[in-house]
């Protein structure tokens, strides 16, 4: 019995520490750094280091604008999950207050929109052409075609 115990413990150890050799050594280009974020572009996209710097400019810039946007919309979540609470237990719905919750949301998206179509529009500029295609494709699959028509 102690030697079956042992072999599965042994065993999964094994497998974990697999998985975390696997993991570190398929970590994407500077995942660990500050600018990760950013970093991928300039690697996958090529970009010049004067290139690179005027785009983390750039987002450096909008950056707060972007997390205030963010919380708005963490916020409007908790609250529809509130009306959706409400709706479960009391069996009833303020229509007037969740018409307002609709229309507030509605502004928030499409500022969201707004916001992101600025950054992408504004990144693609810093961008040569080849560079601005490539990027524009990633975002168009990452964020959809709204977001990403920056043309």
Known sequence: MKRTILIIALG???????????????????????????????????LSSAQYEQIKA????????L?????????????????????????????????????LRRKIDKECLQSTRSLVQATAQVMTPQQRELYLGIVRNTLGDRAASAN
Not at 32 to 46: H, R, V
Not at 58 to 65: G, N
Request: aromatic share 12%; no cysteine.
């Open 12 to 46: 999964l150890f094994g497998g974990i520490a697999a998985q975390y050799v696997w993991l570190d050594l398929h970590e994407p280009v500077g995942m660990n750094q500050p600018d990760s974020d950013l970093l991928w572009m300039k690697s996958e996209l090529k």
């Open 67 to 103: 997390v205030a946007l963010a919380t708005q919309v963490a916020q409007m979540r908790d609250e529809f999950d509130a009306f959706e609470r409400e709706r479960k237990t009391e069996g009833r719905v303020d229509f007037l207050e969740f018409a307002h919750f609709v229309d």
């Open 58 to 65: 750039i987002h450096d810039h909008s950056s707060p604008k």
